[in-house]
């Protein structure tokens, strides 16, 4: 017997290779990407229909805007046009829109489509779709770092603030404070890199590859994916011995309490 994951509650997704998608069939890039966000828009309702509560899209990172200007701006007028077209949809499959990221440095256009699309489908609850946009897990964890500085400074007792913060009360100065930890992260297009994309969440979260180019990845793709993590034992340090007396709801015995140097 072992202690298995089911689903996870939140998937986030680094949808790589539109450009190769492209390359490989004589397309101009961008061809790659409207594909990608169709792909996206699919993406959104497996997991709807699977009963997830929060998928995450890194649709454009910090870095992406050393990209080609031309493919930049590509990028930012598909997400101005496309996303407003979503929203009939989106409504319909009780979809909740959100973004991660700095949306004040994208094209004013974009930032009107993002705004009207966070609020038309504010009251929904049958699944977040979180918009990563001009987003960098470094730059986030940097920004909580500066955000905690600031909050116990205004502390009576500076030093006494900050040693009362440890890891789980540090999330709360991330941006990703409000979300559900990610359980499982998606990177298609073959490569086995993060990315910059969720540092903190990635401590612990359960990573998936898939050889397959973003445009190219299907519903069976996505299944398979939950199906292997559904497989996967999350331990976060402990044994899997704890676990399963944990799940059993048996007191963990003595000699099964961890040791520091246990907790790898
Ligand atoms: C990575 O593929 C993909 C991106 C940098 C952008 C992802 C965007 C979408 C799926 C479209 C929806 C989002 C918006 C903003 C409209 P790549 O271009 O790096 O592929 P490559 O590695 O094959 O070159």
Redesign the pocket.
């Known amino acids: 017997m072992s202690a298995k994951s089911a689903l996870p509650r939140h998937v986030a997704v ?8 492209a ?1 490989q069939r004589s397309l101009p ?1 961008l061809e ?3 594909r ?2 169709a ?2 828009r699919q993406i959104v309702e497996w997991a709807a229909d699977c009963g997830i509560r929060q998928i995450s ?5 910090t870095e ?1 805007w050393s ?1 080609p200007k031309i493919e930049v701006r590509g ?2 007028s ?2 101005a046009t ?1 996303l407003p077209r979503e929203i009939a949809a989106m409504q319909q499959k009780g979809v909740r829109v959100r973004v991660l990221g700095d949306i004040t440095a994208l094209p004013k256009k974009a930032q009107k489509a993002i705004e009207k699309a966070c609020t038309e489908t504010a009251a929904n609850s049958h699944i977040d779709l979180v918009l990563c ?1 001009n987003y960098g897990g470094q730059q986030e964890v940097m920004a909580g770092a500066k955000r905690m500085c600031r909050w116990a400074a205004e502390q009576e007792d500076v030093a006494a603030a900050l040693d009362s913060i440890d890891v789980s009360r540090f999330r709360n100065f991330l941006w990703c404070d409000d979300l559900l930890p990610v359980d499982l992260l998606i990177r298609t ?1 073959g ?1 086995h890199r993060i990315s910059n994309f969720f540092l903190w969440d990635a401590a612990y979260c359960e990573l998936y590859f898939s050889h397959r ?2 445009p190219d990845f299907e519903r069976d793709d996505f299944e398979a994916a939950l199906a292997d993590y559904a497989g996967r034992e999350r331990r976060f340090g402990k044994t899997s011995e704890q676990l399963i007396s944990e799940q059993s709801g048996e007191k963990c015995s003595d000699s099964f309490a961890v040791r520091g140097d246990d907790a790898l």
Not at 14 to 21: E, I, L, P, T, Y
Not at 57 to 61: E, I, K, P, Q, T
């Open positions: 680094v949808m790589d290779g539109n450009g190769r998608w390359k890039r790659g990407h409207r990608g966000a792909k996206a899209l890194f649709a454009f990172s992406n990209r990028l930012m598909l997400l496309l946009l297009g490569e180019y973003w």
